[in-house]
């Protein structure tokens, strides 16, 4: 890490604003060593209000305060934002790429084949310290480069080293993924209110359902089928409730979501 980590996001939304709120919460920079560049003037307002760090309109200027970018934007506008930054850049700085499905070859084919980069794939429960991401270098990247986007992304959840290749995999299952968890919530409070169960109780009891089953996996280390069987009585309530998933294809949708999304994700990486 260098002596003084200063980090530049190059898009000042969501994603922006939740990777530099855990950054700073987990001590590895003060908000003084964070700035953001962005068109968008409530953009940039709103990152400068939940941060506390600095925002400019500036791409360049980002770079040139900055040891450690991040790449924040759509991906149509990952050219754009490259271009402003390719005479600041230097083989000093280390550029972290969370646009969705844009590859690292194409951030070479602007910056050059030198520059040392990553790319990355977190979700949007980095807002609450809870992100899945995974992250793939490029060949100039240092085995440094590597350890530090990994204490990065873990300052906002866990992160895997994977190849690059897996990435747009990673796109459809955890990138998206919340979506298909928030519709799951919200079926199952749906489910709740139609039994007779006020709103708000069903939506907070589905919700903590839905939280404590992923804690179930993640810390007993079992398989999610082995945990299904523990919940599921012979001739019991459980085993209806099943049935009738698999009657209309849960598990095969889900799937279907999932390669849905990844397939989506390659194709935003050939028209970026």
Do not use: C, W
């Amino acid at each position: 890490m260098p002596s003084r980590l200063t980090i530049g996001f190059l898009g000042a939304g969501k994603m922006a604003t939740a990777l530099a709120k855990g950054f700073i919460r987990a001590g590895l920079v003060t908000a003084d060593d964070v700035l953001a560049s962005d068109p968008s003037r409530s953009a940039s307002t709103s990152f400068v209000k939940e941060v506390g760090g600095r925002a400019t309109n500036s791409n360049s200027d980002v770079a040139k305060s900055s040891s450690v970018l991040i790449l924040a934007v759509k991906p149509d506008q990952v050219s754009t934002v490259l271009t402003d930054i390719r005479e600041s850049f230097t083989p000093n700085h280390l550029l972290l790429s969370i646009a969705a499905g844009v590859p690292l070859a194409k951030l070479e084919s602007v910056l050059g084949p030198a520059a040392r980069l990553i790319r990355v794939m977190p979700n949007t429960p980095a807002l609450v310290g809870a992100s899945a991401s995974a992250f793939a270098p490029n060949h100039a990247a240092l085995p440094e480069d590597s350890q530090l986007a990994e204490k990065l992304l873990s300052a906002v959840g866990i992160a895997f080293a994977v190849k690059e290749t897996l990435l747009d995999a990673v796109t459809g299952l955890s990138g998206s993924g919340p979506a298909y968890v928030y519709l799951f919530i919200e079926g199952l409070s749906d489910g709740g209110v139609a039994a007779g169960l006020p709103r708000e109780l069903a939506t907070r009891l589905a919700a903590q359902t839905a939280l404590g089953a992923a804690k179930m996996v993640l810390e007993t280390g079992l398989h999610p089928g082995a945990l299904k069987d523990m919940v599921t009585s012979p001739g019991g309530t459980t085993i209806e409730g099943l049935h009738e998933l698999e009657k209309g294809k849960f598990r095969g949708t889900l799937m279907s979501a999932v390669r849905a999304a990844t397939d989506k994700s390659k194709k935003l990486g050939q028209s970026s």
